[in-house]
């Protein structure tokens, strides 16, 4: 593409509740700057002060609820303001999730049931681009800037907010999400599916939301603040078929009981009508944003990409991977279910073959392993990979057959935390 033209300094004076929506090319940066009045990014308000720089290739809104001035320096894509937003529907949507958690904590005060000291959990769902994301960053800063520290449950295997796509994962949310930093990364659970699709192995995904389910059940067993504060769910884009199987899925899994469709009608319809027989669902249907940015599936691969590149080498570029080597024998590599079925041959005479679906399936190290993704497992054990979380990422550079080593980047130096890993079909080329 042609580089970018450059873009004086331009300021604009936004009503209250309207919107300037911007996106940000890939290579120019851009920095916003509050003149006046108070704005925000997704539920994060800006400093008063200061320039705040915007991450490449992001799409945002600036959305004001009493007016402002901002201004804007560096190249953008494109920029515009809109007054039409369903902000107001989106906030009051938090301020009912907000009583229902200060009732779950009222409860836990008086020593009420595990029911009653529950907060919402929350799930929003709705087909691609619909701006799921974007709301659950919203209702997670707006609940954060009020004190809770509610969980984020990320479901979306193909684009995956939380850590790399590929996983489920979850993470306490415990102030506003920061525009430049996004969701943070301490302490993140997280369990490698290890494609972007789910229909490769439904099973395992279902089987990982399971665990994942369990162990925040835990968590929030031994943690009323937790509790209370509930949950904000996001999911994938894919809402027809096994999609749609694999939400109500979620719901279940979850005990999810608010359930927030985005902009379409018949899902809305459809999950009403089949969580009608189950008390305290409530299932609601909001209206996605105009501003919205579509991405067909080619843009959405590549941001697949750049979401394992920034892992590795951070949001802002600003991080410098480690590489090292190992030989062969010093690691494991699994993959979770085979797809295939035990041979009969290999069964006792009369035994009719089990598909498990989270069988493991030790995998030969080969060439084909460079440039994807291995996640590093804490099970102790090859039988606890599957039900284990993971505790990070590493990247395949090469493979030496002859000489029987493999050499990796890592986001941190030294040996590795396990020896145990698993494979991915996540790629990532360098040339990106
Ligand atoms: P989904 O999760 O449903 O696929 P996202 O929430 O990721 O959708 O939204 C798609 C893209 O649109 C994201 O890049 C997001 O930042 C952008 N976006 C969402 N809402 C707005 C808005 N009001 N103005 C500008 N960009 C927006």
Sequence with gaps: ????????????????????????????PLRVRLVAGTAEIFGTELPPEGWVPVPPRSKIAIFTWHGATVELDGVSESEYTSDETPMVIYVNTHAILDARRARARAAAAQGGDLEASQGPRVIVVGPTDSGKS??????????????????????????GSITIPGCISATPIEKPIDIVDGIPLEMPIAYFYGHPNPSINPDVYKALMKELAQTLETQFSGNAESRAAGMVINTMGWVEGLGYELLLNAIETFKANVVLVLGQEKLWKMLKDAVQSKPNIDVVKLHKSEGVVLRNSKYRQKTRSFRIKEYFYGIANDLAPHSNVVNFSDVSVYKIGSGHQAPRSALPIGAEPVADPTRLVAVNISTDMVHTVLAVSYAKEPDEISSSNVAGFIHVTDVDIQRKKLTYIAPCPGDLPSRLLIASSLTWYEAL
């Design 1 to 28: 593409a042609a580089a970018a033209a450059p873009q004086p300094p331009r300021m604009f004076k936004l009503d209250p509740q309207s919107e300037l929506r911007v996106e940000v090319p890939p290579d120019a």
């Design 134 to 159: 974007t709301l659950c960053k919203m209702l997670l800063s707006w609940a954060a800037k009020q004190g809770w520290k509610p969980t984020y449950v990320d479901l979306d295997i193909g684009q």
